[in-house]
């Protein structure tokens, strides 16, 4: 079984890459109180989102982008084979 919150790491930065979203959007939306889904959290400590200090916009890291384009790899590797 795939492990959920990979997926949900992966929608939210999607969703990222589709448009910066400002930071207090990012918040209600995304962080919880939930220890074992903390998406939110677990993507600002492994350095997969930036927020601008001067807009408060929420982006997609280097990082973020890295594994997106691996997960993109690994489902059109997976959809082909």
């Known amino acids: 079984m795939a492990d959920p919150t990979r997926a949900l790491t992966l929608q939210l930065l999607q969703s990222l890459a589709e448009r910066p979203r400002p930071y207090a959007e990012v918040l209600e939306t995304w ?12 993507a600002c400590s492994d350095g997969l989102v930036d927020c601008a200090p001067d ?3 929420v982006t997609v890291s280097a990082r973020g982008r890295a594994l997106l384009a691996a997960s993109a790899e690994t489902t059109s590797w997976h959809t082909t084979n």
Do not use: A, G, N, V
Request: with cysteine.
């Open 31 to 42: 962080r919880t109180s939930c220890p074992q889904l903390s998406i939110w959290e677990d």
């Open 55 to 57: 807009t408060h916009l």
